[in-house]
């Protein structure tokens, strides 16, 4: 089994720093990661799944789409040219399937391809709201004042740029984001994989068995999908 390897994937316009794990020979599975913070979070999780993968002999890669990650591409981060940027990747790299995480189901809905989801956020709205919860938490703890959707809201209005969990959110990424939905594709739910939730822990979690398990259910996907 090959060592994870870092490169730089071409998908039109965009140069998107990806992790490759598993054979160099066969397209890969594209990995979405979570969004904004969550991205972090289960960034370890991940990495253990691409391995665990590896093992049952499927390639992945994992980008780092616009604007997220250490994606060269900087600014405000905007799900219109992430997904412009995955399916491009998909296309070039003739994908078997996405596997996505958390909010990244967001992004790989639309795609004319086999898609699997792990703890999946189907509605933007929602995903919207854990993010200005987490900034009312810090907030109350930096200046004791109250904060939420209504005051989120408010800063959108006038025109600014709300900084939650470290990441600018505009007033047009915000709209973006609300209007998401993903009501497609295979799940898998976090209890049934023994997955704790990484994207609410600020600490690293150790959730190994949790990839090993995922893994063994995409691998049985993928081979479902190929009539095999």
């Known amino acids: 089994m090959s060592a994870p390897r870092l490169s730089l994937e071409s998908a039109g316009p965009h140069r998107l720093p990806s992790l490759r794990q598993g ?72 994908t078997p399937g996405i596997l996505a995480m958390r909010g990244g189901a967001l992004l790989a809905a639309p795609l004319a391809r086999g898609q699997i989801s792990i703890a999946p956020v189907w509605a933007g709205d929602r995903l919207l709201r854990d993010l200005v919860r987490s900034h009312a938490v810090a907030e109350k703890e930096r200046t004791g004042a109250a904060f939420g959707m209504a005051e989120a809201q408010r800063t959108w209005r006038e025109g600014g740029d709300l900084w939650l969990s470290g990441h600018p959110v505009s007033a047009a990424a915000a709209e973006t984001l609300s209007a998401s939905v993903s009501p497609c594709g295979e799940v898998l739910e976090a209890p049934e994989l023994g997955l704790p939730p990484l994207w609410r822990q600020a600490e690293p979690v ?21 009539g095999s």
């Open 206 to 226: 150790e959730a190994g068995e949790a990839a090993a398990r995922a893994a063994e259910r995409v691998a049985r996907w993928l081979a479902e999908a190929r």
């Open 23 to 94: 054979p160099g020979d066969i397209p890969a599975l594209i990995v979405v990661q979570p969004l904004y913070e969550e991205q972090n979070r289960c960034r370890r999780f991940l990495v253990q799944l691409g391995a665990a993968l590896a093992a049952h002999g499927i390639p992945t890669t994992v980008p780092d789409l616009p604007r997220s990650g250490d994606s060269p591409d900087i600014g405000p981060f905007d799900l219109r040219v992430a997904k412009d940027a995955l399916r491009r990747l998909a296309d070039a790299e003739a």
